[in-house]
């Protein structure tokens, strides 16, 4: 194979294991950090240099084995309600203020009367936190959904409006509206089962 071609899959393989390096999220750093292994463990085999192919090798074996350990592990959810005013909810706010403000812009935490906030806990640890408004017509407006980024990973949002489902379709509430800051929330947004329903603005029938 050209001289040229090697080089330019070291380069790429060698970028992909930095970005990897560069993630917040485990799942995350785990699928990149095997992509950039594989690819280095194939140019190392490409030039001859069998110590790189055999280590990078051995590199995507261990992503594979974690993410194996990942994605079938069983996780204990719990959602821990509480007052508008506890303090560990606002001191949680205030120490993550600066990335929640990546995500919610113009969060700016002022509970009421129809507040309803929780703490979403996995295997007992604060994962995330959840903020929204009950109003007039029976819906609830989603005001915050944080998660800590390494747990980013899709199952505490599966969790809160599985429980939400169940826990406030008993009282009459079907609606939960929310808005989109950015294309990453919009993503999180129609992975939940939202729909859009005008501008910023999306839609979940709770079921």
Not at 87 to 106: A, C, E, G, S, T
Not at 119 to 141: D, M, Q, T, Y
Not at 155 to 168: D, E, I, R
Request: net charge neutral.
């Amino acid at each position: 194979m050209n001289e040229t071609v090697l080089e330019w899959i070291g380069y790429g393989a060698s970028a992909i294991i930095a970005l990897s390096m560069t993630m917040s999220s485990i799942v995350k750093f785990r699928w990149i950090n095997l992509g950039g292994a594989l690819l280095f463990s194939i140019y190392g085999f490409m030039i001859g240099a069998w110590p790189v192919g055999l280590l990078n090798g051995f590199i995507v074996l261990t992503d594979v084995y974690y993410l194996f350990q990942i994605y079938s592990k069983q996780e204990v959810f719990e959602i821990l309600e509480v007052r508008p005013d506890n303090r560990y909810l606002i001191r949680f706010l205030d120490f993550h203020q600066k990335d929640i403000h990546r995500f919610f812009p113009n969060f700016n935490y002022r509970p009421a009367e129809n507040t309803v906030s929780f703490l979403v806990l996995r295997n007992i640890a604060v994962a995330g936190v959840f903020v929204a408004h009950r109003n007039e017509s029976k819906a609830l407006e989603v005001e915050l959904d944080y998660v800590l980024p390494e747990y980013r990973d899709f199952k505490n949002g599966h969790y809160v409006y599985y429980w939400l489902s169940h826990k406030f379709a008993e009282s009459g509430y079907t609606r939960v509206w929310a808005k989109a800051c950015n294309k990453s929330h919009r993503k999180y947004l129609l992975h939940l089962g939202f729909t859009e329903s005008g501008g910023e603005h999306f839609l979940k029938i709770l079921e």
